[in-house]
């Protein structure tokens, strides 16, 4: 038992560190709210927690398209599914021309409380808009694209990109935190009973939280004419995440006059990152493609 022991606590240690070298820090110092009192630990598969230092990696393609997302795992905010989610996505769409940067936020129970992962979002998008010419971005084709609880992330930026979630720390900080589109996969976006089953709520809110909490954090109760155009695909099988989140995020999109492509599969349940080989779910980076292509984000493939 002695040596089971001592072997967990030394691969914890091997695990823990600082951000990764190349990564993009967030904030020049520290950040707002407080953070994890840190290091940061990353497990064998690519799951990370004690983030005591938000960042950004950039994955940057040999020949820049022009096009940027902002990459958000899930992990019910109680950790972050890099190795699953971000990670594979970011090779994808690197290989597609587009530059891809994996978001590391703060974790809410972890220091900084609710706001901080919302703080890093909206942080996360004026900093890649604040410096999209040393990218090679245009700063109209910047997208952000979150899964499960990392598209809840991505969901309360893109409704609520001018919330002042914390005091500007410098110039970077006025630019635009709005995407120019959002890509909801398996999503977690709605507070509201009876689909408030996720841990991603309950991280957030707790067991008994107010209306009010409950309304502030639902991303479908304050989407309006000004959010982007959203793709969402969900498996009608998610034993996670309600299908519900990605119908009354649809609806509500649809509502405002928002374009919204919305992706049902039959079959595929929930953490399917970029889908597994002849999966349903295996479509969605097609999918996401082609509505790019169709809205003017991604030029069109050379004929």
Do not use: C
Not at 78 to 90: C, F, L
């Amino acid at each position: 038992m002695q040596r089971l022991m001592l072997l967990s606590l030394v691969l914890v240690h091997l695990h823990a560190g600082a951000a990764p070298s190349g990564a993009i820090l967030l904030w020049p110092g520290a950040p707002p709210g407080g953070t994890a009192p840190g290091p940061q630990r990353d497990s064998a598969k690519g799951s990370i927690t004690q983030v005591d230092q938000p960042y950004l990696l950039v994955h940057r393609p040999a020949r820049p398209n022009g096009t940027a997302i902002l990459l958000v795992s899930g992990g019910g905010y109680a950790h972050i599914e890099a190795g699953k989610e971000s990670s594979p996505a970011a090779a994808w769409l690197q290989a597609q021309g587009i530059t891809a940067f994996e978001l590391v936020y703060r974790l809410a129970q972890e220091g900084g409380g609710v706001t901080a992962p919302f703080q890093d979002g909206q942080r996360a998008m004026r900093m890649i808009r604040a410096r999209a010419t040393e990218w090679q971005i245009d700063t109209a084709r910047i997208g952000i694209l979150g899964f499960s609880a990392g598209a809840h992330l991505a969901g309360m930026t893109a409704v609520q990109p001018d919330a002042a979630l914390y005091a500007p720390v410098d110039a970077m900080d006025r630019a635009s935190a709005r995407p120019d589109f959002a890509v909801l996969l398996y999503p977690v976006l709605t507070m509201q009973r009876p689909f408030d089953t996720t841990h991603a709520k309950k991280q957030l809110l707790g067991s008994h939280p107010t209306q009010a909490a409950r309304d502030a954090l639902s991303v479908e109760l304050l989407v309006d004419a000004r959010t982007p155009p959203t793709f969402i695909a969900q498996a009608l099988d998610d034993p996670i995440a309600p299908p519900e989140n990605s119908v009354l995020m649809a609806a509500a999109l649809r509502r405002a006059g928002v374009p919204v492509e919305l992706h049902q599969f039959q079959h595929g349940g929930h953490g399917w990152g970029m889908g597994k080989p002849g999966s349903e779910p295996a479509a969605w980076p097609q999918l996401l493609l082609a509505w790019l292509q169709s809205h003017g984000w991604m030029p069109q493939p050379a004929r």
